[in-house]
């Protein structure tokens, strides 16, 4: 249940169209549900603006259905992350309309009424291609919280002037988060040029001295750029969920 949804049954008592002992039913309704493995926060939605999300990796897919099947029951919408194998063909049976993204090992579900709009475009940013899977977990996550989205692909610093040529479509962004692995330079350079806040995501891409994504962590808590704020390695969801709250501020 959304905020949204509160306010429209609170407005309903208020004109007398709702009566008081049905708000409080509606209100109170499962506001948590357990499952043998699983328990479902329903009202997540009512403090935080969007129902829990599932963490696939870990769950089994008849797990996944089964709590996706009960949050998509409210009409509130639904996310799953980091589907693991099987999972997504078993959504896809039972739960028409969810969208599977391959490529970010998402499944998303549209809530019956759209999400409040967030305040400008989020650009994200990635260092090289092999960063795609934790971009698209991010972009998807940002389009489920209703956010307009711009992507800016393989700008490392490798080639520096490919990120240069894109100054004007980083500059006009509400936030931007920055998706490296390897060395992770990319973030402070991308501090560098804008004014507007910067999410910085190191990814477990890299050959061996990269640690899995320790080497490029360290390198963007040690920014020399003002401002930066660091997610964990490969964490795109957390990304897009803070710049999220950043545009509907």
Known sequence: ???EHVRDLLHGVADG???VARAL???AFEPAESLAFATIDHHRALRQGFPEVIYGAGKTPE???AIAERIAERGDGLLVTRLPAGAAELLVEHLPGIEINALGRTAYLAAAAPPPSGKGIVAIVTAGTSDLPVAEEAAVTLGALGDCVARITDVGVAGIHRVLAKREELASAAVVIVIAGMDGALPSVVGGLVRSPVIAVPTSVGYGASFGGIAPLLTM???????ITVVNIDNGFGAAVAASRITHG
């Open 1 to 3: 249940m959304h905020r």
């Open 17 to 19: 169209s709702v009566d």
């Open 25 to 27: 039913d509606t209100l």
């Open 63 to 65: 797990q996944i259905r």
């Open 221 to 227: 808590l040690n920014s020399c750029a003002a401002g």
